[in-house]
């Protein structure tokens, strides 16, 4: 080293403090939080129409326009979503 002393001698006498800083609560974090203009980071509930009787799948198809236009015409006609419409086809197929 060069000799000069760069202040590393002095870092022997840093004490911390005897007693921890209080720590607010979340309702006044929240409140300082709201006063500073930030958007609460808590999660937005999710809003739901219909609660799922069971688990769904996926299906994709790509049927004709003239199939396509029965199906929604039906689903429409009977106010059925497109799942719920299915299985009044198919309990009506007998399948």
Do not use: C, W
Not at 25 to 49: A, H, M, N, W, Y
């Amino acid at each position: 080293m060069s000799g000069r002393e760069l202040g590393f001698s002095k870092l022997g006498h840093i004490k911390p403090d005897t007693a921890p800083a209080p720590q607010p609560t979340d309702s006044e974090i929240d409140r300082i939080g709201d006063l500073q203009g930030f958007p609460s980071r808590e999660p937005v509930q999710k809003i739901v129409r219909r609660q799922k009787t069971e688990p769904s799948a996926n299906l994709n198809m790509r049927p004709t326009i003239t199939v396509y236009n029965r199906f929604v015409s039906f689903a429409i006609r009977e106010n059925l979503s497109y799942p719920d419409a299915l299985k009044v086809l198919m309990e009506r197929a007998g399948v």
